[in-house]
């Protein structure tokens, strides 16, 4: 689960993450009493007014601007709120803005230049370690920096059981060149937030820039973070901030049914039983020439109405040009599912305008095959996986 920056960095804030502060806004007016309550609290007189949506690269579509004044604040929050924000990480017509973050300035003069890094904290399945990944080029595109200058990157894997251990976050501070209060802080900063990583079941936390302000302070400017949704049970306050209008419509719909789904972009719906088998299955579905609509696992129960909800959430796609149901029956019979897919197909009746393919494998497949054969609908049997591949392959002709 994805959350806005403004929910990241008060998960950030609760673990010690010193951070840029900030105030949400969903409306100009909001934005301007934001940006009054944020000159209380912390004496900034320029407003940086950043588009909350779930992309990176916001400043580069138009979604990060500097206010100087509170009219400003109101002219540049009532641009952002409501466009649609086109960013190198959105679908191409954008995602809609809904509130913007009225935040801080942090570049203000001092003793000392302020400095830009990037840091993030991600599981390295490799190694079975956590990593922080981090580089002295701040504010940049880390796979940019990774392709031009590698050597800029550096990275802490650490041990689960053992924790970030206290010279791991002094390597951090020292590759960064810091030194002084500066280093002591980054100390601070890297512990914290490793802490906030573990203790919240995150798969990723993504700070860029994290900012050495001209004071020597260490903060994060921005921040990305994406929760586990596996345990999400242990934390149902995070549960409560997910926002489904940042997410495809059709996923949201496919969520509440219980079905794990990804729509893509191919022509052929898939629906299968099991994440191993989806991906075989989508493997067969490109070698047969085609490429497949979705990743959509129904588990271990496929009665009728489970199918049906299926079929219906595949066939809103209106480039699926066929669907191949590929089950494996080992705790669900395959007659069961078969008389699930008959029955779904007669109740959906003329909704269903496309090929299916059916690959019933396991507890009484044969039994399953003579269902289908016998139903007299306009459903393609198969048991063997090469089978189902040619019988896709015929459909798409």
Not at 95 to 123: N, R, W
Request: aromatic share 6%; proline share 3%; with cysteine.
């Amino acid at each position: 689960m994805n959350l806005h920056e403004y929910q990241a960095k008060e998960i950030l804030s609760g673990f010690g993450v010193r951070i840029q502060r900030g105030v949400v806004a969903a409306t100009a007016d909001e934005a301007v009493k934001a940006a009054e309550k944020l000159t209380q609290d912390t004496g900034t007189q320029w407003y940086v007014v950043k588009a909350q949506i779930h992309a990176g690269g916001r400043g580069k579509g138009g979604g990060v601007k500097l206010a100087k004044n509170l009219d400003q604040v109101k002219e540049i929050s009532s641009q952002i709120i409501g466009m649609n924000l086109v960013t190198p990480q959105t679908p191409k017509e954008g995602k809609k803005v809904h509130q913007v973050l009225i935040a801080e300035d942090v570049f203000y003069p001092g003793e000392t230049e302020p400095k830009e890094f990037y840091m993030s904290v991600l599981l390295n399945r490799a190694k079975g370690k956590n990593m922080i990944m981090y580089s002295t080029e701040g504010g940049m595109d880390i796979e940019t920096v990774a392709e031009k200058t590698p050597h800029l990157i550096f990275t802490e894997e650490i041990d689960p059981e053992l924790g970030l251990l206290p010279f791991q976050a002094r390597n951090v501070a020292f590759n960064l060149g810091l030194e002084g209060e500066a280093f002591k802080e980054m100390v601070k900063f890297v512990t914290a937030l490793y802490k906030a990583y573990i203790s919240s079941d995150a798969s990723l936390f993504e700070i860029n820039p994290v900012l050495k302000t001209s004071d020597n302070k260490i903060l994060a400017v921005d921040a990305k973070v994406t929760i586990d949704d596996n345990a999400l049970y242990r934390h149902k306050d995070y549960a409560e901030l997910r926002d489904t209008r940042e997410e495809r419509p059709i996923e949201v719909e496919a969520k509440a049914a219980g079905l794990n789904y990804v729509d893509l972009d191919g022509n052929v719906g898939c629906m299968v039983n099991g994440a191993g088998l989806a991906m075989a299955t989508m493997d067969l579905i490109k070698q047969a020439g085609g490429e497949p609509a979705n990743f959509l696992d129904v588990g271990g129960t496929a009665d009728a109405a489970r199918v049906e909800t299926a079929f219906r959430i595949i066939l809103k796609d209106p480039n699926v040009k066929a669907i191949l149901v590929n089950i494996f029956g080992g705790i669900v019979r395959c007659d069961r599912v078969a008389q699930g897919i008959v029955d779904a197909y007669k109740n959906m009746g003329a909704d269903i305008k496309v090929p299916i393919i059916v690959r019933l494998q396991g507890t009484n497949a044969e039994i399953a095959k003579e269902l289908i054969d016998k139903s007299g609908l306009a459903v393609h049997s198969a048991i063997q996986f090469q089978e189902a591949a040619d019988k896709v392959k015929e459909v798409l002709k």
